[in-house]
């Protein structure tokens, strides 16, 4: 799938109400190599029994130290003393686009920086080290008082969340995030080191990295170097990074232990079958019908000319990845017997709770999770906002000027203290924006909130003021100076009274919508904590019933995962667990040579210096999601043997359940990056940094 | 938008309700060039005030008899006495893809036969010329007694309809249709001769035809030769032909007065502001959504490789076009400028029947057809079937036997015994059907049936019967034998009893589906009778106010426009009315010779040769509409000056109004035809044979 969280972040700009709950499935921890694991509860004894492996302390303090979280959505690793950062191309992609233009375009043709003054910085990169875990359930549920309403315990939660935040904050100067796991049944405080001058120093041809395109994805055997390196200064100088993660020597081997360390952005496996059903029969069918509409919108728009296919490149990639895995999702929840078995579960642990008097308190939590989901369809495709950077960003500046006017415990979670220089970076970005494409999607939005509202609706006719959505989006673009870092930063330091005296048309139409942003917002919040409130309830049931040896849904924070190499079945023929270098040319041969099946051309000159026997991608059992795009794949001895960079489409389906039946993980093999580093793009001298 | 009616065909298939009912806006036939003209009532003084010419009867009886209808959706005519018709290569693209095979891609490469025998019979093609018009209104309308319910007198109109058009063809031995005209106000028996051996003479090269593909659809300036040549036969020998066009010697000229003979599929000018607002709202976005939905799928099963490629081109190509006249649409009615003009004009009618005591009968109508709005939004996507060429064949061969069983007055309209050729004809076509292409439609379909329903309807867990969408698809399409021609017309002699005996699964689902299918078609009859009933009135109340001197809504029946050959402006740029053979390459070097603007290789090789500054598209004003595809462009003389074949993207609201503003209709200039005829397909025979 392309793991990153691109489909998170294409999707998270339209989702009103992201899945709020998580925990595994009760009783699923038997399956030999599932699971998420949280950093702070490593299944030790689990890993000793099924593959005699016992991860000492210094073992997974060195993993969680060398581990990375790419903030646009994505994982990674340290991979020397001198800041090199491995991550996948497609992980990298937003950045690679971002300093491409149309005459020199990284993304498309590669780059290598040979020297650390060629290096190029991104310009709105966050990447984060997780450094410390603490439990603060204690602290946060102290706040909901007995008799609040939902609404109340939402606003409670926060503020303390918020309290924690900025506390840590000052205290530690670190990144401090309040992490809600098991569905609101526990809260933990993770600080992380951020790093935010990064620059790039390599990446290969998109034509290699995501060799066989859309038509390839979530296919397997693949054969993609999907990988690319970037390097973390501090100071204006490489940063010394202490823990790293060598090289292994060979990498992968079929049939070996291997682990995942890296950031599953959102799992659903906690999720009741009313939860599942809505899912399946309301929200997906939603989703998807978003993603079709606007997978159109920008094949057009990229029909305009060769420039604008590049523009348009990165979306439509985002579009195409998570089209394709809510595809796979809901072909699984609409398998009878995928939820027959769901059921089933289901319905056993409720009669154990129904049986047991000390349970019997969590008995309504299901029932109530039900009665959300039929609030949540009546609220589908309800926004009070409109898509487009331009748009975003005057909707963020109208919102903070009116929060910051609160204390920080009682502003919107976006704008509490402890996150404003993340929210300023991504603001005050210099990364372009360009004005085709930007009204392009602008005045889809429009259309699409006239559609989802009716033509007749008030805000409708306030938005379109007599003109058609198009119209009237060029008409609101040619008015807004937002393109101008210097102008939001100008409308940020004058607060309320600045957007108040403000002409720019963004801001205007921003502010026209903010109380109905604010409506939905609150509506939203509510179901959130009426949903969370009962998750939790479920959570502790299975606790009750199964125990706490378990691991929460993904919630885009560090977590290990490990699993074995190993080919599976299709179609009656076994898949071999890895492919190699010449097998690439093989299935460039076998599609005619024809785009996306077309090597680069330094591919097709090197070919003969390759070691074409050299394993170029493989899959294991590991227990992934989108979001571990990029995480290292390492052995035992916690060398890096592989990147991850994608689900085979039978995994599709692991936001539910886990499988290790015929679903893999799908990595580039670490000996292949080295090989085409050195004999492909000239990089011995990266080549020889990696794991130094 | 490749006006023929390909969109008709793509989205009928799930459309439930056809727009009913059609009549011209009142007050609108002033405008200049307005109007698809019935032959037997053409607006004769009108085009004597304005453009100074009074075709005489036998001008229009000529041009009438020399109009041809393809029934699978388009226009024609017949240009030679030896049986020769020039289309559209989109419109004979639905045969040009049957006759084509992985080896020998006729729709691609083009074609030509040098002589008869060389010809290529197309499976299923069945071709009509109108022969006569007669009112029958007051036979129709005396068969509903007052006092029925909408269910009985839409009964009771059927039964009259199906007793008249047996009767015609009885008599007559004509293929006899009533048309339902004016909104149901007017009723006309249309009687055609048919021909239904056709056969393949000439046809360009797809590059040609489509250049510039979905990106240049609907966009003017054009350079596309989208034409081709078929040839009627009757007694296994050219058909004699007394009424065809000649050719004009210098083709159309800028300024000049040209006439469209052909057959609008459907335009909605009748619409009341409720409907246009039920269009607005929910039923284009509901279409858009489902287009887009199919886009993707068969995007992406051409992924797959390249002969999947050409096999999902012909419904791919109806797919986007679709989708691109259904986007223009509903940018129009999201206008609130045209909304308000539509309701102005309403309103105005209405004060009129209110202050009017002999026309306050009518004054309910457009509260009826309100309230119609909201019954047809409730069923919006329920459907009884399922989709894919083997289904619908299943399902026909189920209802027929039933429907077989009664009198013909009391049949469902389709199998009413004076269409039963027709129906055979596709039903035992032995056009090819893609095993792998049909799986992959009829599974989506399944899984659509099921996001529609919801994963817990009774029917949705008989039609998976316990398996997942995809794997349930391929089960039944192993256990039907209906890909066998021979095998239909089996079931079809077998009636009834061979049908209950079948063991065949695609009969079975079926049949399982039959009553939930009548039941649908119960409803919709009831509602589509109440909705024709109400516009009945409306076009009353219209014929009483403006009179009687206008066109009705486009019927797919023969129809007259007139327009003015004539360039427009673009973004304060003047948009001249013709292009060039020469612009042809130039727009392909402007586009850096890359797909969808390569010309062929013929093209490249005869340049030379060509005239390059041969007219090749033009624009003239001109009322059309899709179905109007590869209607012949005549002058005063009734020479053929040119063939339709698109609109232009400002002519896409011309569903609901006509403006001679900046809408153009398309035409490929008869010039090119011949000379690309002579000078690049070294076809000069054929070239002479035209016209004699």
Same mark, same amino acid.
């Given at each position: 799938?392309?793991?990153?969280?691109?489909?998170?972040?294409?999707?998270?700009?339209?989702?009103?109400?992201?899945?709020?709950?998580?925990?595994?499935?009760?009783?699923?921890?038997?399956?030999?190599?599932?699971?998420?694991?949280?950093?702070?509860?490593?299944?030790?004894?689990?890993? +000793?029994?099924?593959?005699?492996?016992?991860?000492?302390?210094?073992?997974?303090?060195?993993?969680?130290?060398?581990?990375?979280?790419?903030?646009?959505?994505?994982?990674?690793?340290?991979?020397?003393?001198?800041?090199?950062?491995?991550?996948?191309?497609?992980?990298?992609?937003?950045?690679?686009?971002?300093?491409? $233009?149309?005459?020199?375009?990284?993304?498309?043709?590669?780059?290598?920086?040979?020297?650390?003054?060629?290096?190029?910085?991104?310009?709105?990169?966050?990447?984060?080290?997780?450094?410390?875990?603490?439990?603060?359930?204690?602290?946060?549920?102290?706040?909901?008082?007995?008799?609040?309403?939902?609404?109340?315990?939402?606003?409670?939660?926060?503020?303390?969340?918020?309290?924690?935040?900025?506390?840590?904050? /000052?205290?530690?100067?670190?990144?401090?995030?309040?992490?809600?796991?098991?569905?609101?049944?526990?809260?933990?405080?993770?600080?992380?080191?951020?790093?935010?001058?990064?620059?790039?120093?390599?990446?290969?041809?998109?034509?290699?990295?995501?060799?066989?395109?859309?038509?390839?994805?979530?296919?397997?055997?693949?054969?993609?170097? /999907?990988?690319?390196?970037?390097?973390?200064?501090?100071?204006?100088?490489?940063?010394?990074?202490?823990?790293?993660?060598?090289?292994?020597?060979?990498?992968?081997?079929?049939?070996?232990?291997?682990?995942?360390?890296?950031?599953?952005?959102?799992?659903?496996?906690?999720?009741?079958?009313?939860?599942?059903?809505?899912?399946?029969?309301?929200?997906?069918?939603?989703?998807?019908?978003?993603?079709?509409?606007?997978?159109?919108?920008?094949?057009?728009?990229?029909?305009?000319?060769?420039?604008?296919?590049?523009?348009?490149?990165?979306?439509?990639?985002?579009?195409?990845?998570?089209?394709?895995?809510?595809?796979?999702?809901?072909?699984?929840?609409? /398998?009878?017997?995928?939820?027959?078995?769901?059921?089933?579960?289901?319905?056993?642990?409720?009669?154990?709770?129904?049986?047991?008097?000390?349970?019997?308190?969590?008995?309504?939590?299901?029932?109530? @999770?039900?009665?959300?989901?039929?609030?949540?369809?009546?609220?589908?495709?309800?926004?009070?906002?409109?898509?487009?950077?331009?748009?975003?960003?005057?909707?963020?500046?109208?919102?903070?000027?009116?929060?910051?006017?609160?204390?920080?415990?009682?502003?919107?979670?976006?704008?509490?203290?402890?996150?404003?220089?993340?929210?300023?970076?991504?603001?005050?970005?210099?990364?372009?924006?360009?004005?085709?494409?930007?009204?392009?999607?602008?005045?889809?939005?429009?259309?699409?909130?006239?559609?989802?509202?009716?033509?007749?609706?008030?805000?409708?006719?306030?938005?379109?003021?007599? +003109?058609?959505?198009?119209?009237?989006?060029?008409?609101?673009?040619?008015?807004?100076?937002?393109?101008?870092?210097?102008?939001?930063?100008?409308?940020?330091?004058?607060?309320?009274?600045?957007?108040?005296?403000?002409?720019?048309?963004?801001?205007?139409?921003?502010?026209?919508?903010?109380?109905? $942003?604010?409506?939905?917002?609150? @509506?939203?919040?509510?179901?959130?904590?009426?949903?969370?409130?009962?998750?939790?309830?479920?959570?502790?049931?299975?606790?009750?019933?199964?125990?706490? /040896?378990?691991?929460?849904?993904? $919630?885009?924070?560090?977590?290990?995962?490990?699993?074995?190499?190993?080919?599976?079945?299709?179609?009656?023929?076994?898949?071999?667990?890895?492919?190699?270098?010449?097998?690439?040319?093989?299935?460039?041969?076998?599609?005619?040579? $024809?785009?996306?099946?077309?090597?680069?051309?330094?591919?097709?000159?090197?070919?003969? +210096?390759?070691?074409?026997?050299?394993?170029?991608?493989?899959?294991?059992?590991?227990?992934?999601?989108?979001?571990?795009?990029?995480?290292?794949?390492?052995?035992?001895?916690?060398?890096?043997?592989?990147?991850?960079?994608?689900?085979?489409?039978?995994?599709?389906?692991?936001?539910?359940?886990?499988?290790?039946?015929?679903?893999?993980?799908?990595?580039?093999?670490?000996?292949?990056?080295?090989?085409?580093?050195?004999?492909?793009?000239?990089?011995?001298?990266?080549?020889?940094?990696?794991?130094?």
């Amino acid at each position: 799938m392309n793991l990153n969280s691109l489909f998170v972040r294409s999707v998270a700009r339209f989702v009103i109400l992201a899945g709020a709950a998580v925990i595994a499935g009760a009783g699923s921890v038997g399956v030999a190599d599932e699971g998420m694991w949280l950093f702070n509860a490593l299944p030790k004894q689990h890993l +000793k029994e099924t593959h005699d492996f016992e991860p000492t302390d210094d073992w997974s303090k060195h993993v969680m130290l060398s581990s990375v979280r790419f903030n646009s959505g994505g994982s990674a690793s340290f991979v020397s003393s001198t800041g090199l950062v491995l991550t996948n191309h497609h992980v990298g992609a937003d950045t690679l686009h971002k300093v491409s $233009t149309a005459e020199n375009n990284v993304y498309r043709d590669g780059f290598y920086a040979e020297s650390w003054d060629q290096e190029i910085p991104a310009p709105d990169l966050e990447l984060n080290q997780l450094v410390s875990i603490e439990d603060v359930t204690e602290r946060v549920n102290g706040a909901v008082k007995p008799g609040m309403s939902a609404g109340e315990a939402f606003a409670a939660r926060r503020a303390v969340t918020s309290e924690i935040e900025k506390e840590s904050l /000052d205290s530690t100067g670190f990144r401090s995030d309040v992490v809600t796991l098991f569905g609101g049944a526990r809260f933990h405080l993770y600080r992380y080191k951020k790093y935010t001058d990064v620059r790039l120093v390599w990446a290969p041809e998109a034509g290699i990295a995501f060799f066989g395109g859309d038509a390839d994805n979530f296919e397997y055997p693949r054969y993609c170097l /999907d990988v690319c390196i970037f390097r973390v200064y501090e100071d204006g100088k490489p940063a010394a990074i202490e823990h790293f993660l060598k090289m292994s020597d060979n990498g992968a081997a079929d049939g070996e232990l291997v682990f995942v360390s890296g950031n599953p952005g959102r799992t659903q496996r906690i999720f009741t079958s009313a939860a599942l059903k809505y899912q399946r029969d309301r929200y997906l069918p939603y989703v998807l019908s978003f993603l079709h509409r606007r997978e159109i919108l920008f094949q057009q728009f990229g029909f305009e000319g060769a420039e604008q296919k590049r523009r348009a490149k990165d979306e439509l990639f985002g579009l195409q990845n998570s089209r394709k895995a809510f595809t796979g999702m809901i072909r699984g929840l609409q /398998d009878p017997g995928f939820m027959a078995r769901k059921i089933e579960a289901e319905d056993q642990l409720r009669k154990q709770v129904e049986a047991d008097p000390e349970l019997r308190q969590y008995a309504d939590a299901w029932q109530a @999770i039900e009665e959300v989901q039929a609030r949540k369809a009546e609220l589908l495709g309800q926004t009070g906002g409109l898509a487009g950077q331009v748009y975003n960003i005057a909707s963020t500046l109208v919102l903070m000027a009116a929060e910051d006017q609160k204390p920080n415990a009682e502003r919107m979670a976006q704008f509490a203290e402890a996150g404003r220089q993340s929210l300023e970076m991504q603001l005050f970005s210099p990364a372009p924006i360009y004005p085709d494409l930007e009204l392009t999607k602008f005045a889809d939005s429009i259309a699409l909130f006239v559609e989802r509202r009716g033509g007749d609706h008030p805000l409708v006719q306030k938005i379109l003021a007599g +003109k058609g959505p198009q119209a009237r989006a060029a008409e609101l673009m040619a008015g807004t100076k937002l393109m101008d870092v210097a102008e939001r930063k100008k409308l940020a330091e004058g607060g309320q009274a600045a957007i108040e005296a403000s002409q720019d048309t963004m801001i205007q139409l921003a502010r026209m919508l903010e109380p109905e $942003t604010r409506r939905l917002q609150k @509506i939203n919040e509510e179901i959130a904590e009426t949903e969370r409130q009962a998750y939790a309830q479920v959570a502790d049931a299975q606790f009750a019933v199964v125990g706490t /040896d378990t691991y929460p849904d993904a $919630t885009f924070t560090l977590r290990l995962a490990f699993g074995t190499v190993k080919g599976y079945q299709e179609n009656g023929q076994p898949v071999p667990p890895m492919t190699t270098l010449g097998g690439a040319f093989q299935h460039e041969a076998n599609h005619g040579q $024809t785009d996306p099946w077309e090597l680069p051309a330094k591919w097709h000159a090197s070919k003969d +210096k390759l070691q074409l026997d050299t394993p170029f991608n493989f899959v294991c059992t590991a227990d992934i999601i989108g979001g571990n795009s990029g995480s290292p794949v390492i052995n035992r001895d916690a060398e890096l043997v592989g990147v991850i960079f994608d689900g085979n489409i039978q995994s599709l389906t692991s936001d539910y359940f886990y499988s290790d039946d015929v679903a893999r993980a799908v990595s580039v093999h670490s000996s292949a990056v080295l090989e085409s580093l050195r004999n492909v793009y000239g990089a011995g001298k990266l080549a020889k940094e990696l794991g130094r």
